[in-house]
């Protein structure tokens, strides 16, 4: 962690791409004080020391530390912000500062009020939401109070300490910062959404229990059923229109066609012998 005091400028020696990352070598004048594996913010971005020697000391920069800061655009011979990290004793001169680089923002103007000067940095839109007026800010790596803040761009004022210290005082109008907000207002705010989504569940969770509620409450509407229908007898099957199947054809059938059964069935007669007539004797 980080207060934003800046401890000292350094110089870059080297700048070597390395695919998407790249490893850069910066000359210091803590360097023997200095240990591999130690933490440094270089222009407000927390890197590891991983080489050492006299007097400078190198880093590696993965992919992302490149896409988020303005590191890998450094030139040879360029100055830098340093600052090693706050011992637990230490006083806080500035705020919580953890070397996390949000955005490179983009110097958009520089004035001199007074003994002081204003610089004016445009952010991504989505950024501005962590600013406040005189709240933090740290822009490459030191602190800052912000003094206005817009819909994509904020101010802060320099004081001539400041000016004299750090890299901020030869930051033109076009010259790229890396822009770290204030850790707290990003906690606060995950804290507010996620007590508005629970709010937002109960809520929902209520009105449906209300909704249950007067359902079970509201008089139950009468149903009326008609009665049931009684089985009807199977009608009987519509006769023919024809002379056939009328009744009066059907008793002429009977009594004619029934006879002649009978007679069928019953014996033939015999015809009965003639009498032999007898001649005179």
Same mark, same amino acid.
């Given at each position: 962690?980080?207060?934003?005091?800046? /401890?000292?400028?350094?110089?870059?020696?080297?700048?070597?791409?390395?695919?998407?990352?790249?490893?850069?070598?910066?000359?210091?004048?803590?360097? +023997?004080?200095?240990?591999?594996?130690?933490?440094?913010?270089?222009?407000?971005?927390?890197?590891?020391?991983?080489?050492?020697?006299?007097?400078?000391?190198?880093?590696?920069?993965?992919?992302?530390?490149?896409?988020?800061?303005?590191?890998?655009?450094?030139?040879?011979?360029?100055?830098?912000?340093?600052?090693?990290?706050?011992?637990?004793?230490? #006083?806080?001169?500035?705020?919580?500062?953890?070397?996390?680089?949000?955005?490179? !923002?983009?110097? #958009?103007?520089? &004035?001199?009020? !007074?003994?002081?000067?204003?610089?004016?940095?445009?952010?991504?839109? /989505?950024?501005? #939401?962590?600013?406040?007026?005189?709240? +933090?800010?740290?822009?490459?790596?030191?602190?800052?109070?912000?003094? =206005?803040?817009?819909?994509?761009?904020?101010?802060?004022?320099?004081?001539?300490?400041?000016?004299?210290?750090?890299?901020?005082?030869?930051? !033109?109008? !076009?010259? *790229?910062?890396?822009?770290?907000?204030?850790?707290? +207002?990003?906690?606060?705010?995950?804290?507010?959404?996620? &007590?508005?989504? &629970? *709010?937002?569940?109960?809520?929902?969770?209520?009105?449906?229990?209300?909704?249950? /509620?007067? &359902?079970?409450?509201?008089?139950?509407?009468?149903?009326?059923?008609?009665?049931?229908?009684?089985?009807?007898?199977?009608?009987?099957?519509?006769?023919?229109?024809?002379?056939?199947? *009328?009744?009066?054809?059907?008793?002429?059938? /009977? *009594?004619?066609?029934?006879?002649?059964?009978?007679? =069928?069935?019953?014996?033939?007669?015999?015809?009965?012998?003639?009498?032999?007539?007898?001649?005179?004797?």
């Amino acid at each position: 962690m980080f207060t934003g005091i800046v /401890e000292s400028m350094g110089t870059v020696v080297r700048l070597t791409r390395r695919g998407g990352g790249a490893h850069l070598e910066i000359k210091t004048p803590f360097t +023997s004080e200095l240990q591999i594996g130690e933490s440094v913010a270089v222009n407000g971005a927390c890197v590891t020391v991983t080489e050492r020697s006299n007097d400078a000391f190198a880093c590696d920069l993965v992919p992302e530390t490149v896409a988020r800061t303005n590191l890998g655009i450094l030139d040879v011979g360029e100055e830098v912000n340093l600052e090693r990290p706050v011992r637990a004793a230490d #006083r806080l001169g500035g705020h919580i500062v953890q070397g996390h680089v949000d955005a490179v !923002g983009v110097v #958009r103007s520089r &004035r001199k009020v !007074g003994a002081q000067e204003m610089l004016e940095i445009t952010v991504p839109f /989505e950024l501005t #939401r962590y600013l406040a007026p005189q709240g +933090s800010v740290a822009l490459d790596g030191v602190s800052l109070t912000v003094v =206005a803040v817009d819909r994509d761009r904020f101010k802060v004022a320099l004081i001539p300490h400041t000016v004299s210290v750090t890299t901020l005082g030869k930051k !033109g109008q !076009g010259a *790229s910062v890396n822009v770290e907000v204030d850790v707290l +207002s990003k906690y606060v705010e995950r804290h507010m959404n996620a &007590r508005n989504a &629970r *709010s937002s569940i109960a809520t929902l969770f209520e009105d449906v229990a209300r909704e249950a /509620e007067a &359902r079970n409450d509201a008089p139950k509407p009468r149903v009326i059923t008609a009665p049931p229908r009684k089985a009807e007898a199977p009608k009987p099957r519509a006769a023919k229109a024809s002379a056939a199947s *009328s009744p009066t054809a059907t008793v002429k059938k /009977e *009594s004619t066609v029934k006879p002649k059964a009978a007679a =069928a069935r019953r014996p033939a007669k015999r015809p009965s012998p003639k009498p032999v007539r007898r001649g005179r004797q």
